[in-house]
């Protein structure tokens, strides 16, 4: 068996030739079975990287004989895991980190989001902040985000995102959004002809980057979103996600909005952010049209959607971050703060009735699918989130050798999903190349870069700054009354928890 397998090994490198072959050998391997539909772990084993694929996965601790030309990395001791997927992020508000920690959902519309930022943000600080936010999220083991690129509010700003989405080395479907933008009287008719530039050229051959198209106005203007369908097929479009949010956000992007232009039986995959408010038909009808929602819990407990339906089509879930200016950027803690959401809430059924809950109602492996393999499956992407044969060579070594929070393990699963950290990340590959490696990001000029980042955050807080905060009386946009709900205090007063300014 050894050496029927050592073999295939030096076979599958062997006809490689001259291409970039790796062997990350020695370590334990949370690798996926695709005729079970399971993770499969494999101790002191081997993954053979030929180009941007997986060539093979084995058992064998180190294969002999293997082409001079194979770089052998040894990783006796260590975790290796597929990357994470993302499935919902905005990438170009970095430089706004640390300004909205204390932001509801209400106050992010008027002052954050893409109508507020418009006439604030220059190509250069939208490029800065994506580029700056697609490493933060490599860092972190992130190696696939799907962008809801709504930093499309003028010819330049789209053209900036997508520069550094593909300069980045992540693996990116960066999705244009279409939206009219008051402020800069710049519309969707303004848009397409700018969409059809970056579809026709050239721009994103040969690089990490898909093209997918973010709509976030189903319905509201019939020939205004049959014309987004048109675009989405006429170019095959990578994805199509849209902000869904029910209940008295009236936000709506609902399943049924959109079946009605038969983009949910299409080849296109399409995600729902959020879909905290999904009713039950609209659950049934993901379910029979194969389609995702993006969970992002950190968000939702963070602004007030909430997700209470959410853990019940979890068959049909993957996860996201949102805005990474606001909280974490790395998907672990989302897997990891919605692991512990759904157990809290179903735990809480049992004892309502007075009784004692017996077993767990979620398993981190659960939790671990849901942050790689779904977000895969989101983008009906077999090839993602997972490491197998044929699958993409997206990678991430996690320090089980060396990290203090790691000491100890046994379940490799448990050991990144209730106990790693960002810190313990030691090696990200993206289409088999290393992007991170040591510890550190492998990233041209990143020390220029955070200068130059850093400077366009000081301009672009300051002028955040100097604008008050929108004052929400009255009604919000869908009809219903603000109210401000009961505010805690962790010390006795009035007092916010500072003893003075705190955003100089």
């Given amino acids: 068996m050894r050496s029927m397998l050592v073999a295939l090994l030096c076979g599958i490198a062997a006809a490689a030739g001259t291409t970039n072959t790796k062997l990350l050998f020695g370590g334990t391997i949370i690798a996926f079975d695709s005729k079970t539909d399971s993770l499969k772990i494999i101790r002191n084993g081997s993954v053979l990287i030929r180009g941007d694929r997986i060539a093979a996965v084995t058992a064998i601790a180190r294969p002999a004989d293997l082409p001079a030309d194979t770089e052998a990395v040894d990783f006796t001791g260590q975790i290796i895991t597929p990357g994470f997927v993302d499935t919902h992020r905005h990438g170009w508000q970095t430089a706004l980190k640390t300004l909205g920690s204390n932001t509801s959902l209400a106050e992010y519309f008027g002052r954050y989001g893409e109508f507020a930022a418009a006439d604030k943000y220059g190509p250069e600080d939208v490029y800065l902040g994506q580029l700056a936010g697609l490493l933060e999220a490599i860092n972190a083991g992130v190696t696939t985000t799907l962008d809801h690129a709504h930093h499309t509010w003028s010819n330049a700003t789209a053209y900036a995102g997508l520069k550094a989405s593909i300069e980045s080395g992540a693996r990116v479907f960066w999705a244009y ?188 492996g659960q939790a671990f699918l849901l942050a790689t393999r779904n977000g895969g499956l989101a983008l009906r992407r077999r090839d993602l989130g997972v490491i197998e044969a044929g699958a993409k060579a997206d990678i991430v070594v996690w320090d089980a050798r060396q990290s203090p929070s790691l000491l100890g393990w046994r379940d490799p699963v448990a050991a990144v999903l209730l106990h790693a950290s960002v810190a313990d990340v030691l090696h990200v590959l993206v289409d088999g190349q290393f992007r991170k490696r040591d510890g550190k990001l492998v990233a041209p000029d990143y020390q220029d870069l955070r200068a130059k980042f850093q400077a366009s955050a000081e301009k672009i807080q300051t002028r955040w700054m100097q604008t008050p905060y929108p004052v929400l009386q009255g009604q919000f946009m869908s009809g219903w009354d603000f109210e401000a709900p009961k505010v805690v205090d962790a010390v006795r007063g009035d007092g916010d928890g500072y003893t003075g300014p705190f955003l100089d």
């Fill in 177 to 364: 959004a279409f939206h009219n933008i008051p402020s800069l009287n710049y519309t969707v008719p303004d848009q397409v002809p700018n969409f059809r530039e970056i579809a026709d050229g050239d721009l994103l051959k040969g690089s990490t980057v898909e093209l997918g198209i973010a709509y976030d106005a189903w319905g509201q203007d019939h020939g205004e979103s049959l014309q987004v369908v048109q675009l989405a097929r006429e170019y095959n479009v990578s994805v199509v996600t849209t902000h869904c949010l029910a209940g008295a956000w009236g936000i709506l992007n609902q399943p049924r909005d959109l079946d009605v232009y038969g983009i949910l039986s299409d080849s296109i995959p399409v995600v729902f952010s959020h879909a905290s408010l999904l009713t039950a038909d609209d659950a049934q009808l993901l379910r029979a049209r194969n389609q995702f929602i993006s969970v992002t819990p950190e968000s939702e407990m963070h602004y007030g959607h909430t997700h209470p339906h959410s853990h019940l089509i979890l068959d049909q879930a993957s996860i996201g971050v949102d805005t990474h200016f606001t909280y974490s950027t790395d998907i672990l803690t989302q897997a990891r703060f919605w692991l512990q959401s759904v157990r809290r809430h179903l735990y809480a059924n049992v004892l309502d009735e007075w009784r004692i809950p017996s077993t767990t109602p979620m398993s981190a």
